[in-house]
């Protein structure tokens, strides 16, 4: 029987100190512990704290173990409690040892031979007292028969078993019954489940147990050692008289045993005999069953039941091996009901085909790019290709690239089934640009929408394709209809004429252009004007700032009344900006410029703005204006929030960008 609910002490050292002071203030976690028993392997164990010190807390598991400090004053500085799991117990005969180790601390291993304690309860004591002197003979030296013929007969050792209540079996386990209702002693002599004594006594019944155990007369378990203080010096001289060694146990002598059972002085039952006889007694004769009634099983009992370990329960057939067979896992690496719904299973009947056999997920159209009305114009390869454009007229070798050859495994229907060749298109309009949209037939044609919902060639004209190539961006960059107003064409031509007729009066002077000598002939120092011969330096500092050129940084000033008091180029701006464009009608002037990277030393000229009021560019509030030479465009709006949009030829944008009014 293996010990349970085992508690012990162990002195942890401060390795700093030289005098053997014990170490405080230690809590399970700061320990590190493993532990092995006799000719096992080392076991690492998880520490966990103790509720109650002196109580015992049964650890978690068997690779679990409780350690908290006893107390941190002297005399118990550094002695810590250890409640050890009963699994680690199991090794009867053998020894454990425990190893520790904590920062700061020192320890010595913990060994705990594994065998349990012995009851050793006064009355049996005295019954061992009432044998030794009553029974044992000092002159002869031998135990006197308590009766002529021996050892008692089976029916008296049976009266004797059926006279025991049940209410006298102390442990439930101390019972074996089965179900015909017998009481089925062991063939070795065990009166209840764990006794494995043999009859050794004469006529006193008496039961010496083989392993660490005796039991008289089905009487609590007696352990000799237990009870040496119990017994007078006397008795004990006479036990000694009455043992002799064999090998490292010992055993009592023959002249002890000689009027025993198969001894000189009788012949006692054998244990078929005694296990017959009790065989015999019903339940029935056992006087008391009913003494149980209302009792349940201990703690420790139910906690015996629940110790047991997996390898043991092996029987065919049984409730312990048929949860072992089924419990192999933990249960809650098993997917929950939520997941695996009647729903989602039926699903499982479309895997028809491995998944490997389908294309992957690389190679996926996207239905995006691949609408059906697409798809339909595929329905135009309608005849075979020798009846299409002559060889003089072959694509060149640069534009038929491998990949595009491939892609002729797409023509999986005869050519000939297709378009009649009057229908064929010129290569005028069919380009090396729109040949390589080609490379987008990467699917079978007859894997797409059939020949009834092709397009008209009477419709598709080339003409019309060639128009295609117009659409180089998304139709919604444009502005729509609803916000788009028509230019004042009249105004315009007016402009042009006025245009034209300065575009006469200038020359190139190098890279810059100047007004010819005759456009400024009547001009200030000309032939023809009036006032001063030329600007002063303060004008022409003043022009240049206001123009924002190179010149001075100060203000205008109004003590120079021949120019206006605008304060800068934007003044000029403004007063031209809004020809033969839509500016806004809002309250507020907002200029900002486009440049072409990060230093702001390039503007970008000629680009259309223009600005809504959503993020989808459908409600146009103001533009398209044009950005002049500095980069530079302006707009009248309210305050608030608006979107503006850029286009150019030569740059692209990210649009819309968002700008803020107020």
């Not at 291993?109 to 004591?125: F, G, H, R, V």
Request: hydrophobic share 40%; aromatic share 6%.
């Amino acid at each position: 029987m293996s010990l349970t609910s085992v508690i012990r002490h162990i002195k942890v050292l401060d390795a700093a100190a030289s005098d053997g002071s014990g170490k405080t203030g230690l809590t399970y976690s700061s320990f590190t512990m493993k532990y092995n028993t006799q000719g096992g392997t080392l076991i690492s164990l998880t520490t966990e704290t103790i509720a109650t010190l002196g109580t015992y807390q049964a650890p978690t598991s068997n690779v679990h173990i409780r350690i908290r400090e006893l107390n941190n004053t002297d005399p118990t500085k550094g002695i810590y409690e250890v409640h050890f799991h009963n699994d680690q117990m199991v090794n009867t005969g053998k020894r454990l040892w425990l190893y520790l180790s904590a920062s700061g601390a020192a320890f010595q291993p913990m060994e705990i031979d594994l065998i349990p304690y012995m009851d050793a309860s006064p009355s049996s004591a005295d019954r061992l007292r009432d044998f030794a002197d009553e029974c044992y003979d000092p002159t002869a030296n031998e135990v006197a028969a308590s009766g002529a013929g021996g050892g008692a007969t089976p029916e008296d050792i049976a009266d004797e078993v059926q006279t025991r209540t049940i209410a006298a079996v102390t442990t439930v386990a101390n019972v074996s019954g089965d179900v015909a209702g017998s009481i089925l002693g062991n063939v070795d002599g065990n009166v209840g489940g764990d006794v494995t004594g043999k009859v050794l006594g004469a006529g006193a019944g008496v039961f010496i147990g083989v392993g660490a155990r005796a039991r008289s007369h089905a009487d609590n378990n007696l352990a000799v050692e237990s009870v040496q203080n119990n017994i007078n010096d006397v008795i004990v001289g006479k036990l000694d008289d009455m043992l002799e060694a064999d090998g490292i146990v010992y055993r009592w002598t023959a002249n002890a045993l000689e009027l025993g059972p198969s001894g000189g002085g009788g012949t006692g039952p054998t244990a078929v005999e005694i296990a017959n006889e009790v065989q015999t007694r019903t339940m029935a004769g056992v006087s008391a069953v009913g003494d149980k009634t209302g009792y349940a099983l201990s703690a420790a009992g139910i906690s015996s039941i629940w110790a047991v370990l997996t390898s043991a329960l092996s029987t065919a057939g049984s409730i312990g091996k048929y949860i072992v067979d089924r419990l192999d896992v933990v249960l809650s690496t098993r997917a929950s009901g939520a997941d695996y719904t009647p729903a989602r299973a039926a699903k499982l009947d479309n895997l028809d085909a491995t998944v490997s056999s389908r294309a992957p997920g690389a190679t996926a159209l996207s239905t995006v790019q691949w609408t059906n009305s697409r798809a339909t114009t595929l329905d135009n390869l309608d005849v075979t290709v020798g009846s299409r454009a002559p060889a003089d007229t072959a694509l060149l070798n640069s534009d038929y690239t491998p990949s595009r050859a491939a892609n002729l495994d797409n023509l999986n229907a005869t050519v000939s089934s297709r378009a009649p060749a009057a229908t064929a298109l010129s290569i005028v309009q069919w380009t090396n640009g729109r040949a390589a949209l080609l490379d987008n037939l990467d699917a079978a044609i007859s894997t797409r929408a059939p020949a009834s919902t092709a397009l008209s060639t009477v419709e598709w004209t080339s003409p019309r394709a060639v128009a295609l190539d117009n659409l180089d961006v998304n139709v919604g960059s444009r502005l729509p209809t609803n916000g788009y107003t028509a230019p004042n064409n009249a105004g315009i031509a007016t402009i042009g004429g006025v245009t034209n007729k300065l575009d006469t009066a200038m020359v190139l002077d190098g890279a810059e252009w100047q007004f010819t000598a005759n456009a400024l002939e009547l001009g200030v120092g000309g032939g023809g004007g009036g006032g001063e011969a030329d600007w002063t330096e303060p004008e022409r500092e003043q022009i240049r700032h206001r123009l924002g050129i190179d010149g001075t940084a100060s203000e205008p000033v109004i003590t120079v009344p021949s120019l206006a008091l605008e304060s800068t180029s934007e003044a000029i701006l403004a007063a031209v900006g809004g020809l033969g464009s839509n500016i806004g009608a809002g309250s507020i002037e907002y200029i900002d410029h486009l440049y072409a990277n990060n230093n702001d030393d390039e503007p970008i000229v000629g680009a259309e703005v223009w600005a809504s009021t959503d993020s989808e560019g459908t409600v146009v509030i103001a533009g398209a204006v044009t950005t002049d030479d500095f980069g530079r465009f302006r707009f009248m709006l309210d305050p608030g929030t608006y979107y503006v949009w850029v286009d150019h030829p030569e740059y692209n944008f990210n649009n819309p960008f968002t700008i803020q009014v107020a």
